[in-house]
């Protein structure tokens, strides 16, 4: 019997491994995590009583092969959660789908709120011209950026960075305000110093055209699903105890299946000859193993991938070992309550603010983003109408000053920031405290990046080695690309195809994901 070694059981490997073994392959599979959880950056942490969503994952996306395995491993409910219930909200139901008041494991349909929070006052995110931006920037500022995006239209700048990126689509004044100071606070590089790629990637067809264009879409009477842009969904799927559960139900569904997975294997070598991986080598409490392979399905950082493999061209270890990658620490916070006034029209239990998201772009303030659990679901909070539970995210590198800070300066620091920015009074309001350091979440585009294209080449002549995922192809992909990489390598492993193209072009084109219907 063959054997699959898959590296990693974040969405990308749990999807490969499901895949399989849901198909017959009649072959053996084993996926090797060095954690002691399944789902990566989108895992769920339990803490008493309380869930962590880290990163903050809307499920939502425009290829039907994943919205269908979605359903399939976890069905959309069929009757109202406990908010909905308590505040009569109406949401779509699936006719004969679970209750999620009496069964776990269900996806639910939650409203997607996510807003800027800027100079202690909200804007709309993406960024639209109405009433309240006009309002909260005042007439001067207004008039400044239309004329800077009226240029911006006219005057194109050359696209050889993520500053000029963002000016296109928006003007420098709108930039300066709203990305300029976020985007280097999460990458701790200026945007001109940033590849393009990384815009058209993740920010694709969002500009202040396809905004306007996606208003009037909404004005219509039967209003065209299929061409919203990503950032500009209104509603999104979420299972019922954060994003983690999914991948725990479909981990079950690959050990039932006869898949293994391995907790605490530690991948530190991946043995070559000629043009095959043959083996990988793995450490598990201090000891050292190696398993024989007929394929490889790797999501590992591309760094530590290359690292680990024999006989590597010199340039191939430069380009590889020069990757960067954004690390972040999470503070998850338990509160009675915080100042900021839910002046929107959705109802929320006790009237919270309604947002998933809230990115803070306030210069002088670390805090990237705080998310409010309870709005991703009422089940993540023990005691969702007595207490907010939110989390902070800090973006920073691994073993830096922040990384290395203890959970009680972290939680020092991020209510100093809260109390400076009016969200809480107190350091004394917090009821309970949780930190969470997240390493490699994001593959970042500057450095060596610009010479991907050369580890890209040699990993993809290994005709048995599959590279997926986020890290497995140093790439900033959403949950449902990563599941594509994984579609995509599962047809050809059952197909004999050894040619890579199809995987590596997931997320590289403008209209996938953003613009079509799968």
Known sequence: MKKVIIIGAGPAGITAAYELLKQKCGMEVIVLEESQAVGGISRTVRYHGNRMDIGGHRFFSKS??????????????????????????KMPLKEGGPDPEQEDRVMLRRNRVSRIYYGRKFFDYPIKMNGAT????????????????????????????????????????????FFEGYTEKLWGRHPREISADWGAQRVKGLSIIAILKDNFNKMLPNPDTTKVET?????????????????????????????????????????????RVVEVRYEKDGQTFTQEADYVISSMPVKDLVAGMNDVPKNVQEVAAG???????????????????????????????????????????KLGRIQVFNNWSPYMVEKPEDTIWI?????????????????????????????????????????????????????????????????????????????????????????????????????NILNGVTDKTNIWNVNTEKEYHEETSN
């Open 64 to 89: 039907r092969p994943v919205n269908d395995w979605w359903e399939e491993v976890m069905p959309k409910q069929g009757k109202p959660t406990r908010d909905d219930i308590i505040l009569g909200r």
């Open 134 to 177: 006009i309002r909260n920037m005042g007439f001067s500022t207004t008039m400044k950026a239309g004329f800077s995006y009226l240029k911006s239209v006219f005057v194109k700048k050359e696209e050889n960075c993520l500053e000029n990126f963002y000016i296109n689509r928006f003007g420098r004044k709108l930039y300066s305000m």
């Open 231 to 275: 950032s500009l969904i209104e509603e999104f799927d979420y299972p019922k105890l954060g994003p983690g559960q999914l991948w725990e139900c479909a981990a079950s569904d690959v050990e039932k299946w006869g898949g293994q997975i391995r907790f605490g294997c530690r991948v530190t070598g991946v043995v070559t000859k000629g043009n």
């Open 323 to 365: 990757l960067p990658y954004r690390d972040f620490v999470t503070i998850g916070l338990l509160l009675p309550k915080i100042n900021l006034k839910n002046e929107t029209a959705m109802k929320t239990l006790s009237n919270i603010v309604p947002d998933c998201w809230i990115y803070v772009q306030d210069a002088g303030v």
């Open 391 to 491: 989390g902070l995210e800090y973006f920073c590198r691994e073993g830096d000053a922040f990384w290395n800070m203890s959970e009680e300066e972290w939680v020092d620091f991020g209510c100093k920031e809260l109390i400076e920015m009016g969200v809480i009074n107190s350091r004394d309001e917090v009821m309970d405290f949780h930190r969470e350091n997240v390493k490699k979440a994001y593959p970042a585009y500057f450095d060596t990046y610009d010479r991907i294209g050369e580890a890209v080449e040699y990993l993809s002549g290994f005709e048995n080695l599959f590279c997926v995922g986020r890290n497995g192809q140093h790439r900033y992909n959403n949950m449902d690309h990563s599941m594509v990489t994984s579609f995509e390598t599962v047809h």
